[in-house]
């Protein structure tokens, strides 16, 4: 919270979104009024938090989210630490890693970013109880919400995780056995095709290249 609410960047990307949230919640039409490179969804968000808690929007109301967001998000990576290895030093390790890497939030506070980082993060932990539920169909049904919410923030973080349940779905749907080789190698392909299909007009880059082959 110290960090959030005394880092403060020149170029100023947080009162931008401010601006753009107060123009949004004052009845301005998103994208042909109020100028914006994120989705809709981030607008109902704050919508339905300044509703929820009768407050205005504000530099402090967005520090505060952006606080909310990390901390959640490293709290469900050392739950899911937890779960796949029931080991109290792996669920701890795993939180304040994810804890330390998110310190970029400091940067742009009030962007999407740490509301993504969370929402991938509660998408993660419950693929960890598809395998053990009773009710999968809760489950798939809520990843699926996750997804939606996503693509309608930034499309290309939400086809990445489209992309990474698809895999999940295609190795542990129960298929009959002659399918289940070839849905494991089509999900392995798929996931490992991801970057080069959507960079494919990129790769005479460097830095693309590095990056296709660092995901590979």
């Known amino acids: 919270y110290l960090l959030v609410n005394t880092t ?34 981030p607008y ?11 407050v205005t929007v504000t530099h402090a109301l967005g520090r505060l989210l952006t606080v909310f967001h990390w901390v959640g998000t490293a709290l469900m990576c050392g739950w899911l630490g937890w779960r796949l290895t029931r080991n109290q030093f792996a669920a701890t390790a795993s939180a304040a890693l994810v804890f330390g890497l998110m310190w970029q939030n400091t940067s742009e506070p009030s962007h999407p970013g740490s509301h993504i980082a969370f929402l991938i993060s509660v998408a993660v932990v419950l693929v960890s109880y598809l395998a053990d539920t009773r009710r999968p169909v809760l489950v798939y049904a ?12 930034k499309i290309n973080v939400g086809l990445l995780l489209a992309a990474g349940l698809g895999c999940f779905a295609l190795r542990h749907t129960a298929w009959p056995d002659r399918f289940v080789r070839p849905a494991g190698l089509l999900a392995v392909a ?27």
């Open 44 to 54: 109902v968000y704050h919508e339905l938090i300044t509703s929820a808690l009768h």
């Open 8 to 41: 403060f960047m020149p170029y100023d990307d947080e009162g931008y979104v401010l601006i753009s949230l107060r123009n949004y919640l004052s009845g301005l039409r998103l994208y042909d009024d109020v100028f914006s490179q994120y989705g809709p969804w």
């Open 190 to 216: 798929g996931i490992l095709a991801v970057p080069w299909v959507l960079l494919g007009r990129q790769l005479d880059q460097g830095w693309v290249q590095i990056f296709a082959m660092e995901f590979t």
């Open 142 to 153: 809520a990843l699926g919400t996750i997804t939606g919410l996503l693509l309608l923030t």
